[in-house]
């Protein structure tokens, strides 16, 4: 199994940018899918997550400016995000879990994609 994240870049605030996480070897559609986010210097936090039924959840900080979604003909879930912010500067990561639900906890993921840096200056 391979999940690869990518699409981060360098953008200024109030910008856009859509991650992507493709899966190999699993079918994203079947488990709950998480982005997280690592900033340099803090721990590993939750963003948001997909369940298999297409639920959603977000972290309070980025509701209203981050949308996740999942192309299950693509094997592919997608963070979209705008309006960005300078706290939003951290790596991303996508995940899938060991079960159909959205859980906030790491440790509740079976498998991470690489990570994509997603930097955004003021």
């Known amino acids: 199994v391979q999940l690869q994240a990518f699409g981060g870049g360098s953008v200024q605030a109030g910008g856009s940018l859509r991650l992507s996480c493709a899966a190999t070897?699993?079918?994203?559609?079947?488990?709950?899918t998480g982005w997280f986010r690592q900033a340099p210097g803090k721990e590993r936090e939750f963003v948001t997550g997909i369940s298999t039924g297409g639920g959603t959840n977000y972290q309070d900080s980025v509701k209203g400016r981050f949308t996740i979604s999942r192309d299950n003909a693509k094997n592919t879930v997608y963070l979209q995000m705008d309006s960005l912010k300078p706290e939003d500067t951290a790596i991303y990561y996508c995940a899938s879990g060991r079960t159909k639900f959205i859980t906030t906890r790491g440790r509740d993921y079976d498998y991470w994609g690489q990570g994509t840096q997603v930097t955004v200056s003021s």
């Open positions: 070897g699993r079918t994203l559609s079947r488990y709950g």
